[in-house]
Nanobody, 121 residues
Framework: QVQLVESGGGLVQPGGSLRLSCAAS????????MGWYRQAPGKQRELVAA???????NYADSLKGRFTISRDTAKNTVYLQMNSLKPEDTAVYYC???????????????WGQGTQVTVSS
């Protein structure tokens, strides 16, 4: 069993910051990439940022410069630092990981349960 547990969401005023964390646990052999998606009401889920095992990062173009993804490989944890938050950043943020659970097994995608981020005055 693999679990991804997010934390750090909440209510923040426009211009504020939040830091999301996501810890992967369970029968993990190797993690290839971790990332964050978000889904606002009435909209499709979209990529926020991703980071690979070698530290390469990828961001949604609209979020570059405000959001920063990082990773603690030893803790199987990924972080998302969100600065200068705007009301349009309001969404449920989901953590995802591409990982394998044993030698020779293909990697699969796993998802967390999501954490709500609300940007409002």
């Amino acid at each position: 069993q693999v679990q991804l547990v997010e934390s750090g969401g909440g209510l923040v005023q426009p211009g504020g910051s939040l830091r999301l964390s996501c810890a992967a646990s369970g029968s993990i052999f190797s993690i290839y990439a971790m990332g964050w998606y978000r889904q606002a009401p009435g909209k499709q889920r979209e990529l926020v940022a991703a980071i690979t095992s070698d530290g390469s990062t990828n961001y949604a173009d609209s979020l570059k410069g405000r959001f920063t993804i990082s990773r603690d490989t030893a803790k199987n944890t990924v972080y998302l630092q969100m600065n200068s938050l705007k009301p349009e950043d309001t969404a449920v943020y989901y953590c995802t990981a591409a990982l394998s659970v044993g030698v020779g097994t293909h990697p699969n995608d796993y998802w967390g349960q999501g954490t709500q981020v609300t940007v409002s005055s």
